[in-house]
């Protein structure tokens, strides 16, 4: 199990933005894909978005074009920057460890989850 730590989430109006990040301090080398996934309550655990060391991204169909999904070269952290907000994204967002085929394939270590409540 990989120890995730996500941060920045929190409350907006639709249309706002926030940026979300999530670290692994204590991995020793670098993972191969990062992911974000998102749960609503009542709703399951869906993807949204990872990206792979090399920089390759993959996106859910619903936020293409409003999401971006970046990590710092060479490091386990990645970040999530959401625009355009609606208020269907709201959820809790969780950082999750992976590996990229022709699209991001989630691992068994997850982070704790962020808050993210977009008001209308």
């Known amino acids: 199990q990989v120890k995730l730590v996500e941060s920045g989430g929190g409350l907006v109006q639709a249309g706002g933005s926030l940026r979300l990040s999530c670290a692994a301090p204590?991995?020793?080398?670098?993972?191969?894909?990062l992911g974000w996934y998102r749960q609503a309550p009542g709703n399951e655990r869906e993807f949204v978005a990872g990206?792979?060391?090399?920089?390759?991204?993959n996106y859910a169909e619903s936020v293409k074009g409003r999401f971006t999904i970046s990590r710092d070269s060479g490091q386990n952290t990645v970040y999530l920057q959401m625009n355009s907000l609606k208020p269907e994204d709201t959820a809790v967002y969780l950082c999750?460890?992976?590996?990229?085929?022709?699209?991001?394939?989630?691992?068994?270590?997850w982070g704790q989850g962020t808050q993210v409540t977009v008001s209308s």
């Open positions: 999750n460890t992976g590996i990229m085929r022709n699209q991001f394939i989630s691992g068994g270590s």
């Open positions: 204590e991995m020793p080398y670098v993972i191969n894909a």
């Open positions: 990206i792979n060391s090399g920089g390759r991204t």
